[in-house]
Nanobody, 114 residues
Framework: QVEFVESGGGSVQPGGSLRLSCTVHGSIFLSSAIRWYRQAPGKQRELVATIRSGGGFTAYADSVKGRFTISRDHAKNTVYLQMNSLHPEDTAVYYC???????WGQGTQVTVAS
């Protein structure tokens, strides 16, 4: 059984920052890459960032490169997404999962607006 619990979302003004957390319940955390995804209203879910199990490799969507940073804390079974210089286009529900795509969590809402 695997469960993803996302938190840390909120409402910020353009240019602001947020740090999202993804806590993974289950035995897969140490051996799995973890991805952050987002889904804006009326749009398909899109991949935002990936971190491999060892933490040494990360990858980002072009739209967030240079603004978002993904990291992981093995002691806490948690992956973070530090989001800086937020744009209104970053408004979405953010989810985490592995590339295998287990059952999705509830996500955390991020709203960027003046």
């Amino acid at each position: 059984q695997v469960e993803f619990v996302e938190s840390g979302g909120g409402s910020v003004q353009p240019g602001g920052s947020l740090r999202l957390s993804c806590t993974v319940h289950g035995s897969i955390f140490l051996s799995s890459a973890i991805r952050w995804y987002r889904q804006a209203p009326g749009k398909q879910r899109e991949l935002v960032a990936t971190i491999r199990s060892g933490g040494g490799f990360t990858a980002y969507a072009d739209s967030v490169k240079g603004r978002f940073t993904i990291s992981r804390d093995h002691a806490k079974n948690t992956v973070y997404l530090q989001m800086n210089s937020l744009h209104p286009e970053d408004t979405a529900v953010y989810y985490c999962n592995t590339p295998t795509e287990w059952e999705w969590g509830q996500g955390t809402q991020v709203t960027v607006a003046s």
